[in-house]
């Protein structure tokens, strides 16, 4: 793992793109904006020399153990993988997880198994623009065991909806014609009022993707639903294809996902294919077409 982040300093050096002293904090505009989940403003210190760099890169894996800066990679990446689990879990069109702040964080080797965060976090619900404080586990897998990052969490206050997501349910049910949108949100920002439970489910289809994707060494955010369009289903779940851009902020690729999932109010959201495009210069195209 040292070795890593000497070979991430070196990298730097040679004209690679972000440092391993980079400040995580959440956006300001983006926490306020109602139909986003939040961002995350990067913000680079000048480059030092070579062995300063390795000084810096070194202190940076030490703090990756035991007690951790709430501000720094470490512990931001993991309490991410906290949100997107919270969404795959209760998120809907009409309740969206965020990360609002890390008040704590500890990191542990477990073994050869993996290594293991102890979190305190206040998520933040979108939709409401409430917050709830929680405690968590996040183990990335490593060696053998590598995969999905496993995650543990307290139970979150559960917002009655009942009402709206039945409503929305029953519109589309019914429709004779099929839903179908694009660039959600568009280059401005901006989402059709209508479109925003469909931005929203889109968020959550694609936390199912950066759950399964999250490891030590990334930090996806959602930055488009590029299009989303609805399908004939002969049962009771809506089902959508969707094509979603994910923002992978570590090496600032956007990343093209292709998604098929399902939702109603009783089962919830529930992805049964998604698959990663070929990359694309998606983000030049979005800025170029809107």
């Known amino acids: 793992m040292m070795t890593l982040w000497i070979v991430i300093a070196l990298a730097v050096l040679s004209g690679v793109t972000g440092s391993p002293n980079v400040t995580v904090s959440p956006d300001a505009d983006m926490l306020a904006h109602p139909n986003s989940v ?14 300063q760099l390795l000084d ?3 202190e ?4 990756a153990t035991g007690e951790l800066n709430t501000n720094h990679y470490p512990a931001q990446r993991a309490a991410k993988v906290v949100q997107h689990y919270l969404n795959t879990r209760h998120g809907s069109p009409f309740r969206l997880f965020g990360l609002h702040r890390v ?3 500890h990191a542990e080797d477990v073994a050869d198994s993996g290594r293991k ?16 404080k929680c405690s968590a586990q996040v183990l990335f897998p490593r060696g053998e065991q590598q995969g999905v990052a496993q995650v543990q969490c307290d139970e979150i206050l559960q917002i009655n909806i009942t009402t709206q997501e039945e409503a929305l349910y029953q519109q589309y049910k019914n429709n004779h014609g099929l839903l179908s949108a694009q660039h959600l949100p568009d280059s401005h920002g901006h989402i059709d009022p209508d479109m925003r439970p469909f931005w929203h489910l889109g968020i959550v289809a694609s936390s199912f993707v950066m759950l399964n994707e999250s490891n030590e060494n990334t930090l996806y955010n959602m930055a488009q ?5 609805q399908l004939v289903t002969e049962n009771e779940q809506l089902k959508f294809d969707s094509d979603i851009l994910l923002h992978e902020m570590v090496s600032q690729e956007i990343i093209h996902w292709k998604l098929q999932f399902t939702w109603s109010p009783p089962e919830g959201v529930k992805v049964q294919h998604m698959e990663q ?3 694309r210069h998606e983000w030049e195209k979005l800025n170029n077409t809107n």
Do not use: D, K, R
């Open 38 to 51: 939040p961002e995350y403003a990067m913000e680079e210190t000048e480059i030092p020399g070579q062995q």
């Open 60 to 63: 940076e894996y030490a703090m």
């Open 277 to 279: 495009l070929p990359h």
């Open 56 to 58: 810096v890169a070194a």
């Open 225 to 229: 639903v590029a299009n989303i369009t």
């Open 103 to 105: 008040h704590s964080a």
């Open 117 to 132: 965060y102890q979190l305190e976090i206040s998520a933040l619900e979108i939709i409401s623009n409430t917050t709830e």
